[in-house]
C-alpha cells in the first residue's frame, strides 16, 4: 500500500509558475514509476507526465511538453511537478498516480492516488 498526498497549488495569473509537491509514505517509493494527472471541470482525467523509478526517463503529453517537468527525489520520497508558463486550460484538479515499472500514459495502469491538489489560473 503506498499513501499519496499533493501539495502546493494555487492561484497564480497567465505566464506564472507553480511547483507540485507528492509525497509518498508506504512501500519502497522507488519501486514505483510515479506520474501526474489532471481533471479539469466536466471533463475526464488526462495524462499529463511520467516519470520512471529513477528519474532517468521522463515523459510529456502535448499539451505540456517544453513547459512543465516533472522530476522525484527518491530520497524524499517526493515527486515534483514544475509548471511554468501557465495558461487558463491548466486550470484544474492535479493528482499524483504510482504505478508498476512500465506504466505510461493510462490511468489504469496506476494503483494508487492521492487525493489532488486544484490549480487555478487567472487570464
Known amino acids: 500500500q503506498v499513501q499519496l498526498a499533493e501539495s502546493g497549488g494555487g492561484l497564480v495569473q497567465t505566464g506564472g509558475s507553480l511547483r507540485l509537491s507528492c509525497s509518498a509514505s508506504?512501500?519502497?517509493?522507488?519501486?514505483?514509476?510515479m506520474a501526474w494527472f489532471r481533471q479539469a471541470p466536466g471533463k475526464e482525467r488526462i495524462w499529463v507526465a511520467t516519470?520512471?523509478?529513477?528519474?532517468?526517463?521522463?515523459y510529456y503529453s502535448e499539451s505540456v511538453r517544453g513547459r512543465f517537468t516533472i522530476s522525484r527525489d527518491n530520497t524524499k520520497n517526493t515527486v515534483y511537478l514544475q509548471m511554468n508558463r501557465l495558461k487558463p486550460e491548466d486550470t484544474a484538479v492535479y493528482y499524483c498516480?504510482?504505478?508498476?515499472?512500465?506504466?505510461?500514459?493510462?490511468?489504469?495502469?496506476?494503483?494508487?492516488w492521492g487525493q489532488g491538489t486544484q490549480v487555478t489560473i487567472s487570464s
Open positions: 498516480a504510482a504505478g508498476p515499472a512500465g506504466s505510461s500514459s493510462w490511468s489504469d495502469e496506476y494503483d494508487y
Open positions: 508506504g512501500r519502497t517509493f522507488s519501486d514505483y514509476t
Open positions: 516519470v520512471n523509478w529513477s528519474g532517468g526517463h521522463t
